[in-house]
């Protein structure tokens, strides 16, 4: 049937009315396909899938704040979820396929993906089930008043697991430590010659947790009676160490380090004043929440 030339004037404005302006001229031509032309990006494919820095979630095209990682929350449904949005961000719009609810930058109309409710998976009882290639992530700028702690526990990937189970953790990194080559590999610290531990590098609000509870929790998280490794990994990459970064964090290293002496513990933890820390590969950075496993080798035993 041939459509009228009023009708096909009607539909050719609704097109373009739905058409999104290009406004990043450095999108891929996935990221247009996605942004631009509402297509949907492979299930587990998108880079934050399984992803819990902190920091605002922004549009890929025109850089409007989305969302807060706050609100991120992990569906298991292979895509980014958020439960809300950030004030005025996100516009809701019919989906073409009459059924669903589709999600857009309200400033420039970009595809993000769409919008759930009524799977009762978080209070807000919401899911913004959106599209990895239609977001940047800007990380959330440290506070003034955080303080930094360094420790090294074995395998960082672990140890990174457990106390990004915190709170009052700010910010928390895969990296090396200690070492005489600027800007070592993994590669090369695994060899094991080039001085380097593997270790954490911890900002923290002192308002919410303590150095010393760190602390604490740094020596029941691993086995500080073990030189040169930690249960299966063994090398000097993996020895147990603190790095302070006060006088007061030294003193409360060692009063601890008494504390499981005086238990009968022979503590092969080593102390050193902190030193150029180099930040681990990106593969490295919260491991287990990308690889959706557990640490096999770090569990929590309290000792004190």
Not at 11 to 32: A, F, G, R, W, Y
Not at 182 to 201: F, I, R, S, W
Not at 272 to 295: N, R, W
Request: charge should be negative.
């Amino acid at each position: 049937m041939l459509m009228s030339h009023t009708a096909c004037q009607s539909h050719n404005s609704k097109q373009e009315n739905n058409m999104v302006e290009k406004i990043n001229p450095n999108l891929t031509p996935d990221e247009e396909r996605i942004i631009l032309h509402k297509a949907t990006e492979a299930p587990y494919s998108g880079k934050y899938n399984n992803f819990s820095e902190k920091g605002t979630f922004v549009c890929k095209n025109c850089r409007a704040e989305l969302y807060s990682s706050d609100d991120k929350f992990n569906s298991h449904c292979g895509w980014p979820s958020f439960d809300d949005e950030l004030p005025d961000a996100v516009k809701r719009v019919p989906d073409a396929d009459g059924r669903r609810t589709e999600i857009v930058c309200k400033k420039c109309g970009g595809h993000l993906g769409h919008v759930f409710e009524g799977e009762r998976l978080t209070k807000k009882n919401v899911r913004h089930c959106v599209n990895s290639l239609s977001i940047d992530f800007v990380p959330r700028e440290i506070p003034a008043t955080s303080h930094k702690a360094v420790f090294a526990a074995g395998c960082f990937w672990g140890v990174e697991a457990l106390f990004r189970k915190l709170d009052g953790i700010e910010s928390i990194k895969c990296g090396y430590i200690g070492g005489s080559v600027e800007d070592p590999t993994y590669e090369q610290v695994c060899k094991g010659n080039t001085g380097h531990l593997e270790a954490v590098e911890i900002f923290f609000n002192p308002e919410v947790v303590s150095y010393e509870e760190l602390a604490r929790y740094f020596f029941e998280i691993h086995d500080p009676t073990q030189a040169n490794g930690q249960g299966p990994d063994i090398g000097e990459q993996y020895h147990s160490a603190i790095f302070y970064n006060t006088v007061e964090q030294k003193e409360i290293a060692l009063k601890l380090i008494k504390i499981l002496e005086d238990k009968g513990l022979k503590i092969a933890t080593k102390l050193f004043k902190d030193t150029k820390f180099y930040e681990a590969e990106d593969y490295h950075q919260d491991y287990y929440t990308k690889k959706g496993t557990k640490p096999y080798c770090h569990f929590r035993r309290k000792i004190f």
